[in-house]
Structure formats: structure tokens, C-alpha cells
């Protein structure tokens, strides 16, 4: 399974000329849909003497959960909030907001110029923001035996899981994050090594 995804890095913040119109790209981390409605309602206020805040989000980790949305705020339909979009989506990032103000400079820009203009202005934002690889996890509950301790680090590290919290008593406790599509490899292998015995609880989030 893909248990990949990308967010933007940075918030960002750039500024384009287009014949005398202005145009202010923002780029804004949100991770829920009360988020995104927060940070636009914020930029509306700022930019309150803009003629136009264009803008396109998307939010969600996986492709069952995403939402999106896009809004050309009076442009021209199809001339602002879907060509957003398409450099957003495109881009492959998620949990961000992009917006672009206008400030009309006073020579109209033609339904092509506008796509160009609005276009480039939030590619440059997201390409100023960077971005950055996350993981979808699980993390599991692990109890085992002493005699078997170090032989279950060897497969931590094969695997490639990350210890979180450990605990010596009785008997070994270890709490463990590994990414989604490792995770029945994991629980199978310690089953393996320990013969069926090993307690495994996977921690709902």
C-alpha cells in the first residue's frame, strides 16, 4: 500500500507583477477544514482592499478522505481557483491552502492571462515552500521475553521500525511505531520469533 504523502515545508509568501496588476501568492499548512476557513478568513481581513482572493486547498492523508475545494472569488470562471488547483495537485502536497490576491492594476489580462497569472504566481509560492515526506504509522504494544530481546532489536532494525518507549520488569515491554506497509510484516515476524507468544497490541489512534 502507499502509506506515503507530502505536505509543504514552509508557509511561503511571494509577489508577481502582471501589467500593473499585483499579485500575492500565500501558501498555509491546514490539517482540517475549520483550519483552512481560519487562515482564509484571516488573509480576506488582511487583504481586505484586494479585488480578488483567489484560492484552492486540499486536505486529507489518504485518497479515500481527501477534500478539496477551489474558487475563482469573481474572476472569470475558470481562470483562477482551478488553475490553483491543477499546480497543487500536481505538486502532490497535501494539508495546504494556497491563495492568490489580486490587486487590479487597471489593464484586464484576458482569460488566458489570468490562467498564466494566477497560475505562476502560486507555483512560485509552492515551490518557495519546499516540501517534505511523512509517513502513515502504526504503533504497536509489544511484550515479549528476556531470551528473545535481542534478536527482536535485529528485526526492529530490519524492518525498519522506531522504538518509542521501552520498559524492563517481568518481561520486556516495548512500544513501537512502523510505517502502514510494514505492518504485517512486523506483527508477522514477531509472531515468528516468538513462537506465538509474544503479546501484540496495536494502539487505535
Not at 502507499?2 to 501568492?25: C, L, M, N, P
Not at 477551489?70 to 494539508?95: C, F, I, L, Q, R
Not at 518557495?128 to 528476556?146: A, C, L, P, Q, R
Request: net charge negative; glycine share 8%.
Amino acid at each position: 500500500m502507499d502509506d506515503a504523502y507530502f505536505t509543504i515545508k514552509t508557509e511561503s509568501e511571494v509577489e508577481t507583477k502582471v501589467k500593473a496588476s499585483r499579485f500575492i501568492g500565500r501558501t498555509l499548512i491546514v490539517a482540517t477544514t475549520d483550519e483552512m476557513l481560519e487562515q482564509l478568513s484571516a488573509i480576506r481581513k488582511l487583504e481586505y482592499n484586494a479585488n480578488h482572493n483567489c484560492y484552492t486547498y486540499i486536505i486529507g492523508i489518504t485518497e479515500h478522505e481527501t477534500e478539496f475545494k477551489y474558487s475563482d472569488d469573481g474572476e472569470p470562471n475558470g481562470t483562477a481557483g482551478k488553475p490553483m488547483y491543477d499546480v497543487v495537485a500536481g505538486s502532490g502536497v497535501t494539508n495546504i491552502l494556497t491563495i492568490v490576491t489580486r490587486y487590479f492594476g487597471g489593464t484586464k489580462l484576458g482569460t488566458g492571462g489570468l490562467v498564466k497569472a494566477y497560475s505562476e504566481c502560486a507555483k512560485l509560492a509552492l515551490e518557495k515552500s519546499g516540501k517534505v515526506e511523512h509517513f502513515i504509522t502504526d504503533v504497536y504494544n509489544i511484550k515479549i521475553e528476556f531470551p528473545l530481546y535481542n534478536q527482536l532489536l535485529q528485526l526492529i532494525d530490519r524492518i525498519g521500525a522506531k522504538q518509542i518507549d521501552s520498559d524492563f520488569s517481568d518481561i520486556v515491554k516495548l512500544k513501537l511505531e512502523v510505517r502502514k506497509s510494514k505492518s504485517d510484516r512486523l506483527v508477522q515476524e514477531i509472531v515468528e520469533l516468538s513462537s506465538g507468544k509474544a503479546k501484540i497490541e496495536k494502539e487505535e489512534i
